[in-house]
């Protein structure tokens, strides 16, 4: 592979990561408890679930390009090292840990509240509160997965600069695991 298309692949994979991740603390850690401790219920029931919804697209989004790098790397036939097959597969699992929960669980207890559940309370609070802790863990492992991505991918970058300053001229052998010659 090119160092140049594995610049580029990791370069867009890092944006999207980072908006991913940024996404998901500022709502987590920031937005969440603050609109569920001041604003009176429902209406931060209400606020919150559209706000998830939104976000949800977003992160689905944001994963879908992860993959789209992945997919360029292998189109472009590199042959993956062991940093590469653990940067595609910490990927993939962040990405599946979106998809899942921004077509299960967050549909689900929007649907539940619409149908007005109230957390803890009765079945369908019952229900909405596995749900909610669901997306909760889901969320905290997108966010561990995602850092160790951030990680993998900085990893990926360095090792293509070293490699390619190291070497004037014919065969260049970047970090993602390909040979170019």
């Known amino acids: 592979m090119k160092p140049a298309v594995l610049r580029a692949t990791s370069s867009v994979a890092l944006l999207a990561a980072a908006v991913w991740l940024g996404g998901l603390v500022a709502l987590g850690a920031v937005a969440a408890p603050v609109v569920f401790s001041v604003t009176p219920w429902p209406s931060s029931a209400d606020a919150m679930t559209i706000v998830f919804r939104r976000f949800d697209v977003l992160a689905m989004a944001c994963a ?14 590199a042959r993956y090292t062991r940093l590469g097959i653990v940067r595609t597969v910490v990927g993939g699992l962040a990405a ?86």
């Open 64 to 77: 879908a390009i992860v993959l789209a790098t992945e997919a360029v790397r292998a189109v472009e036939r």
């Open 96 to 181: 599946a840990g979106a998809v899942v929960e921004g077509m299960v669980i967050s549909p689900r207890i929007a649907a539940l509240h619409a149908a007005g559940a109230i957390r803890g309370v009765g079945l369908g609070g019952t229900e909405m509160a596995r749900l909610h802790d669901m997306a909760e863990a889901c969320g905290q492992a997108e966010v561990v997965l995602l850092v160790a991505f951030i990680v993998l991918q900085a990893l990926t970058l360095s090792r293509v600069g070293s490699r390619a300053g190291s070497r004037g001229g014919g065969a260049t052998r970047v970090d993602a695991g390909s040979t170019e010659t």
